[in-house]
């Protein structure tokens, strides 16, 4: 009988700040490797300095999928994003080459790893409604409540004062199915983590965001605003939903960056809570970036039996 080797897939996550990006280039100069990006903003264009895509510089020639997919008045449906993805790491792999899946958005990661079922259709409208009806009566934390309930580890991988992510995890919960076991996934995975200290982590964070105010995150969410109104998909991303209440002058700019760096910090909490709930996990901690990449180099060439 004949064994076929499954396709490799490198995962590099990591909380938002912990230089994964940084790493996942060098590793794919080291190892053929293009990147695919698993971030819920980035997939969208115009949406750049508030979502930190990486630059044309930065990429070092590496070339680099799900960025800037669509515009940012379409919407991009998790089961969008697996099917785009498994198309992706079937050309690459075809071409001899690594693919390497960088970010952090939670249910992205998990509907890859988990190999979730959507099942013939992927959004149901009926029940979206009854959920943006319970959003309007109880509030979301009561719907986001209910979701952990049903199914924690999907809850803790999404932002929760997203109301656009409650729903849609909250309809995978309830009409997908995680199908994919160890034995019959039809990749194989190496996940490694990209980890900080938590108050080097939370300090870079800060200085990012003040970086990002400096690039024009201001500017940048302001053209935005005007160009298509506040209620699109990744108007309610972390970076983008604090800038519109400064905007249209209710609050202070100095509130306005203190809400970007504290629920841009919340959400690094998440993300590390979520990879805590992953199987398998290599975690590398990046306070000495040589260090790291080395550490990261040695577990990969383990993975892919590579001799000295």
């Known amino acids: 009988m004949e064994i076929i080797n499954k396709p490799k897939v490198l995962f590099i996550l990591g ?25 819920s903003v980035q997939i969208y264009k115009e949406f750049d300095i508030g979502s930190a895509k990486v630059t044309k510089s930065e990429m070092q020639g590496i070339t680099h999928y799900g960025i800037s997919l669509k515009p940012p ?3 991009f449906s998790v089961y969008d994003y697996v099917q785009y993805t498994i198309e992706k790491i079937e050309d690459i792999t075809k071409r001899k080459k690594l693919p390497i899946i960088v970010g952090g958005t939670g249910l992205y990661v998990k509907a890859l790893i988990e190999g979730y079922n959507f099942g013939n259709t992927e959004k149901h ?6 959920l943006e009806e319970e959003i309007k009566e109880h509030g979301l934390d009561y719907v986001y409540q209910k979701l952990y309930i049903k199914d924690s580890k999907l809850a803790e ?92 002058g209710e609050v202070e700019k100095s509130s306005m960056i203190e ?14 809570t979520f990879l805590h709930g992953i199987n398998n996990v290599i975690y590398i901690d990046n306070k000495n970036k040589d260090k790291a990449f080395k550490d990261a180099c040695k577990e990969i060439e383990k993975w892919l039996k590579i001799q000295k």
């Open 15 to 39: 909380p938002t700040g912990s230089g994964k990006s940084e790493i996942a280039i060098k590793l794919a100069l080291k190892y053929n490797g293009e990147i695919i990006s698993a971030d």
């Open 73 to 75: 008045t379409e919407e």
């Open 125 to 130: 409208h009926d029940f979206r409604i009854e």
């Open 157 to 248: 991988s999404i932002d929760r004062n997203n109301p656009v992510r409650v729903i849609r995890a909250f309809e995978i919960a309830n009409f997908g199915s995680s199908k994919a076991k160890t034995n019959n996934c039809q990749y194989d995975f190496k996940l490694i983590a990209i980890t900080l200290d938590r108050e080097i982590l939370y300090n870079k964070i800060n200085l990012r965001v003040d970086k990002m105010l400096e690039n024009g995150l201001i500017e940048e969410v302001s053209s935005l605003y005007k160009k298509y109104g506040g209620n699109i998909q990744p108007m309610k991303a972390i970076g983008y939903k604090e800038v519109l209440p400064y905007l249209n």
């Open 259 to 272: 809400l970007i760096k504290q629920h841009t910090r919340n959400y690094a909490k998440r993300q590390l």
